[in-house]
C-alpha cells in the first residue's frame, strides 16, 4: 500500500516566525521533566542487584543470588514483592495522569510540571530514608506521582510551544532527558556500589532529590503557552507571548486559530466522552496502541532491569552494573540521532527502521542466552567472547529503539489530538503507558523464570505486529502544523472514513479543511 507510505498534504499553512533562542531555552529546561521518569527507570534495577540493599529488604532473594549456587539462574531474582518495588510506581503514575488531565487542562500546563516535581521530590526523601519495605513502597507511589503529572503536561507544553517545522527535533528532548536521567543514575549506581558500609543504595535512592529540583524550580520560571493562555482567557498576554516565541509581530493568522480552536473547545462539556466520537477514531487508537505497542517491544526489561538482567546471565555485579552503563550511552547518543532526522526523514522512515533492528537483535538475544543456558539456566563457565556478542546486540537494540519508538511513542501522541480532546487524549496516552509499565515490571522476572531465554522471541512477536502496524496505519506527520493535523487522517487510505468531512462540530473540521487546536 505505498499510499500509506506518506502521505502529501498540499495548500497547508505555513505560520510566519522562527525558532528562537527564547523557545530553544524554555524547551530545554521543560524537557528536563524527563529526567524524574529517566532516572527512576535507570536508578531501580542498579538498586535491585545492590547485596546491601537486598539484604537489608529483601533477604529471599538475597539467599537466591548468593548462598544456593545450585539455583537456576533464570529465577534467581522471581520475586513478587521485589518486582512489587519497582512496579508500584509506574500503578501511581497511572492514577495520577487521569487527575492530572484536568489540571492541565483548567490550570495550565506549568502547575502539573510543578505537582509533579514536588511529588516526586517527597518520594524521593522517603526512599532514600526508608527503613522498612513500606516506605519504599510509599515513596516509590509518590515517585508514580509524580511522573504521571510530568509525563502529562511536558510533551504537551513542548509541542505548543515549538513552531511547527522544529516540533519532533524539540519534543524529542523529553525522550532525550529520559535517557540522561538513565545514563546517569546507572553511572551513579556503578560508584555508589563500591562504598563501603553497603549504604551507597541510599544515595542512589535519594538522588532523585535532584531532577526533581530542576523541574520544580523549572515550572515556577517557565512561561506559559498560548495555547494554555487563551483556553484561560487571557488572550492579550496570549498574543505577546506568541510574538516573543515566534520572533515575530506579524502572528494574527496562528493567534485567530488557536482563538477559534478554544471557542470550540470550551464549548465541549465532556472530552472523555468526546473521545469515543467517530471522528476521533484514528487519535483514539493511536493514544492507546502506540504506548502498547512501545511497552512491549520490551524495552524496559532491559533498562530498569539491565544491571540484574545482566547479572542472571552470567556477569558479576560490577561488570552487571557497567553493561547498564554502556547501554545507557548507547541510549544517550541514538536518542540524539532521532532528534537530528525525525524532522529530516520524517517519523515513519524511523519508527519501520527501528522495528526491523529490534527483530533482528532480539532473535540474535535469544538464540545466544539459549545457546549457553538452554532449559536449566546452569550455563557454566562463561567465555569473554559471548558476553561481548549480548552487551553488543542488546546494545543494537537499545539503538534502534532510541531512535524509534522511544521518542516517537511520546511525540506522534502529543502532536496529533485535537484541542478540545487533548489533556484527556495525552492522559489515556501516560496511563496506557503506565498500565503496560506496571504490567511488565511486575511480571518481567516471573517471565524470565518460566519462560527463560523464549522471554525475548515474545517480545519480538509484538514487534513484528507493531512494525507491520506502522507501515499500514499510520499517517506521516513531518512538518504539518498540529492546526492542519486533521488533514493527515483525511488523505489516509484507511482512517479516512472515520474522519467527517463537515464544516461543523465542536469546531474540529473548519471551513478551511483543518483541526483547530
Not at 545457546?371 to 563457565?381: L, R, T, V, Y
Request: glycine share 10%; with cysteine.
Amino acid at each position: 500500500m505505498p499510499a500509506v507510505g506518506g502521505i502529501s498534504v498540499g495548500g497547508g499553512k505555513a505560520y510566519p516566525g522562527s525558532l528562537t533562542p527564547f523557545v530553544t531555552v524554555t524547551c530545554i529546561v521543560a524537557a528536563m521533566g524527563g529526567l524524574i521518569f529517566g532516572y527512576d527507570i535507570g536508578i531501580s534495577g542498579g538498586v535491585t542487584s545492590m547485596d546491601p540493599f537486598l539484604l537489608k529488604f529483601f533477604p529471599s532473594v538475597y539467599r537466591k543470588k548468593n548462598l544456593d549456587k545450585t539455583k537456576n539462574q533464570y529465577c534467581q531474582y522471581d520475586s513478587q514483592t521485589l518486582t512489587m518495588f519497582t512496579s508500584s510506581l509506574y500503578l501511581a503514575a497511572l492514577l495520577s495522569s487521569l487527575v492530572a488531565s484536568t489540571i492541565t487542562r483548567r490550570f495550565g500546563r506549568k502547575l502539573s510540571m510543578l505537582f509533579g516535581g514536588l511529588l516526586f521530590l517527597v518520594g524521593a526523601l522517603i526512599n532514600g530514608f526508608a527503613q522498612r519495605v513500606w516506605m519504599l513502597i510509599v515513596g516509590r507511589i509518590l515517585l508514580g506521582f509524580g511522573i504521571g503529572f510530568a509525563n502529562q503536561s511536558v510533551p504537551l507544553y513542548l509541542s505548543e510551544m515549538a513552531p511547527y517545522k522544529y516540533r519532533g527535533a524539540l519534543n524529542i528532548g523529553f525522550q532525550l532527558s529520559i535517557t540522561v536521567g538513565i545514563l546517569v543514575a546507572n553511572v551513579l549506581n556503578y560508584f555508589f556500589a563500591k562504598i563501603k558500609g553497603g549504604w551507597g543504595w541510599r544515595l542512589s535512592l535519594g538522588g532523585a532529590m535532584v531532577p526533581a529540583l530542576i523541574i520544580t524550580v523549572g515550572s515556577l520560571v517557565l512561561p506559559d503557552t498560548p495555547n494554555s493562555m487563551i483556553e484561560r482567557g487571557d488572550r492579550e498576554k496570549a498574543r505577546a507571548q506568541l510574538q516573543r516565541i515566534r520572533g515575530v509581530s506579524d502572528v494574527d493568522e496562528e493567534f485567530n486559530d488557536l482563538v477559534e480552536a478554544s471557542e470550540s473547545s470550551s464549548k465541549v462539556e465532556h472530552p472523555w466522552r468526546n473521545l469515543l466520537q467517530r471522528k476521533y477514531r484514528p487519535h483514539l487508537t493511536m493514544a492507546v496502541l502506540i504506548p502498547f505497542f512501545q511497552q512491549l517491544t520490551g524495552i524496559n526489561v532491559i533498562m530498569f532491569y539491565a544491571p540484574v538482567l545482566f547479572n542472571s546471565i552470567g556477569f558479576k555485579d560490577d561488570a552487571a552494573l557497567m553493561s547498564a552503563v554502556i547501554t545507557g550511552v548507547v541510549n544517550v547518543v541514538a536518542t540524539c540521532v532521532s532528534i537530528y532526522g525525525v524532522d529530516k526523514w520524517g517519523r515513519r522512515a524511523l519508527f519501520l527502521e527501528g522495528g526491523v533492528q529490534m527483530i533482528i537483535c532480539q532473535a540474535v538475544v535469544a538464540a545466544a542466552i539459549g545457546a549457553k543456558f538452554g532449559i536449566d539456566g546452569n550455563p557454566g563457565d562463561l567465555p569473554k567472547w559471548y558476553a561481548i556478542v549480548v552487551v553488543l546486540f542488546i546494545c543494537i537494540y537499545v539503538a534502534a529503539f532510541a531512535w524509534s519508538w522511544g521518542p516517537l511513542g511520546w511525540l506522534v501522541p502529543s502532536e496529533i489530538f485535537p484541542l478540545e480532546i487533548r489533556s484527556a487524549a495525552q492522559s489515556i496516552n501516560v496511563s496506557v503507558n503506565m498500565f503496560f509499565t506496571f504490567v511488565i515490571a511486575q511480571i518481567f522476572l516471573t517471565m524470565l523464570c518460566h519462560m527463560k531465554f523464549g522471554l525475548f522471541i515474545f517480545f519480538a512477536f509484538f514487534v513484528v505486529v507493531m512494525t507491520f502496524f506502522i507501515f499500514f496505519f499510520l499517517p506521516e506527520t513531518k512538518g504539518i502544523p498540529i492546526e492542519e493535523m486533521s488533514q493527515v487522517w483525511r488523505a489516509h487510505p484507511f482512517w479516512s472514513r472515520f474522519v467527517e468531512h463537515e464544516d461543523h462540530g465542536n469546531g474540529v473540521e473548519m471551513g478551511k479543511g483543518a483541526i483547530k487546536m
